[in-house]
Structure formats: C-alpha cells, structure tokens
C-alpha cells in the first residue's frame, strides 16, 4: 500500500493564528489558491482512493484536482478529523490558554486533555484504527490521505512504527510537522 498525506491548504484560522480544530471553516483566498496550485503537484501521481475528514476545508483542498478526473473515488472519514480542542477551539495561539490548562491537569502536553476535547493520545489511537482498516481494505492501493496536522503527526508515528511520545521531535530521524499544503509519501 502506498500512502500520500497531504495537510488541507489554508483557511482563516490558520492565517490569524486561531487554534480553529473543529471549526468547519471553508478555505481562504490564499487557501484557495494553493488549492488550485496543488492540481499540478497532485497529477505528478495516480491514486485509486481518496480519503477526507468531514472538514470541508479537506474537500475543498483536493477539490480542483478531482475536478481533472472523471469520476475519482472519495471517502470522507471520521477517523481522520482534525483533534477536537474542545472549550478551547477558537483560542488564539499564544494567549496562554492551552498552556495554563495543561499546567493545571499536571500532565504532560501529550496526554494532556481540553475539556470536552481530546488528548494527542486519543488522536493517536483514531490514527492506528485507522491505519489497520486501511491496510485490511487497501492493501494494494495508493492513497491519498487529505487531512489536519494532528492526525497525520499521529499517522505518520503509526506508519513509521514510532511512539506517540516522539510527537513533538522536529529532528531526524523524525520529519517536521507537516505544513499545509505539504504532500508526503509513503510506502507500506
């Protein structure tokens, strides 16, 4: 099976500096743009499926790429929503918030959990879930995965057969968080 991640293209929050997690916002200009721009990068390589988190701003990333093909098939899937910030969705990265919330759970930032929201541990488990649904549904196939930075931090330690407290290394042997607009791929 042969994975490509892509993280969605731009959309206000992202922009403004916003934590927008489950915020269904659509994609900004610029967002737009690097939509368009992506058809290119995308055709370079043929995918037999297509999967989206339910965000729209997922949809409307690879939107102009399916618009070249005839009749792709594309999945929207739950397990690849972005994590759920819950009380916290909407803060303003910086602010003091996220970080005074875990010092006072006396957690680490991994297994820290936002009120009505989840922890990178529960981002975690969704992406092993689903990457052994994949590999049982999908083990020939190539994939294009279009999701949010938490979910494919996680899928990317799934895959790459690493721990969830490697989450935040930057370093190699670990790739950067993905950026948006950012393809990756990888053979499993």
């Not at 206000?12 to 690097?34: F, H, M, R, V, Y």
């Not at 102009?64 to 990265?93: A, F, M, S």
């Not at 895959?159 to 407290?165: D, T």
Request: charged share 30%; aromatic share 8%; hydrophobic share 35%.
């Amino acid at each position: 099976m042969k994975l490509y991640l892509l993280r969605h293209a731009l959309i206000p929050e992202n922009e403004n500096g916003i934590n927008g997690s489950w915020t269904d916002s659509a994609l900004s200009e610029k967002g737009e743009a690097q939509a368009r721009d992506l058809t290119g990068v995308l055709s370079r390589n043929t995918y037999d499926l297509f999967i989206v988190s339910p965000l729209q701003r997922t949809q409307q990333t690879i939107q102009p790429y399916l618009d070249t093909l005839g009749n792709p098939e594309v999945l929207v899937d739950e397990l690849v929503i972005e994590r759920n910030l819950g009380d916290l969705t909407n803060t303003i990265k910086g602010d003091g918030k996220i970080e005074k919330s875990i010092r006072e759970s006396g957690l680490n930032k991994i297994e820290w959990r936002p009120s009505s929201g989840e922890s990178i541990v529960d981002v975690y488990g969704r992406a092993k879930t689903f990457f052994e649904k994949i590999k049982k549904q999908y083990p020939n196939k190539t994939l294009l995965i279009c999701s949010h930075r938490n979910f494919l931090r996680c899928l990317e330690l799934v895959v790459l057969h690493k721990s969830i407290e490697d989450f935040y290394i930057e370093e190699p042997p670990m790739p950067a968080i993905i950026k948006n607009v950012e393809l990756r791929e990888y053979e499993c």
